[in-house]
């Protein structure tokens, strides 16, 4: 079992940034690919950005190409997702999942609490 912990969310301005962290208990971290999603009132949940095992691999929605990134510390069991240049329409909670590493593609199998990023205008 695999639990995430998010933190860093909170309240920016427009063109303002933030940093995201995930923290997972366990000792499987190093074969978890990692992802955050979000979710905006009234829309369905997108992901955001992933990550491969070894960070080699990271893939982004276009929205958040050349703002967010998305890294990670295997050593610290940690994902952080850095996001730059943040727009009212980042505004959402941000959830960090994990599955294993195993393909490309795949259902992401744990997932945390959720952390609030609001973005003011």
């Known amino acids: 079992q695999v639990q995430l912990v998010e933190s860093g969310g909170g309240l920016v301005q427009a063109g303002g940034s933030l940093r995201l962290s995930c923290t997972a208990s366990?000792?499987?971290?190093?074969?978890?690919?990692m992802a955050w999603f979000r979710q905006a009132p009234g829309k369905e949940r997108e992901s955001v950005a992933a990550i491969s095992w070894s960070g080699g691999d990271t893939k982004y929605v276009d929205s958040v190409k050349g703002r967010f990134s998305i890294s990670r510390v295997n050593a610290k069991n940690t994902v952080y997702l850095r996001m730059n240049s943040l727009k009212p329409e980042d505004t959402a909670v941000y959830y960090c999942a994990a599955r294993l590493d195993t393909s490309a593609v795949g259902t992401y199998d744990y997932w945390g609490q959720g952390t609030q990023v609001t973005v003011s205008s």
């Open positions: 366990g000792p499987t971290f190093s074969r978890l690919r």
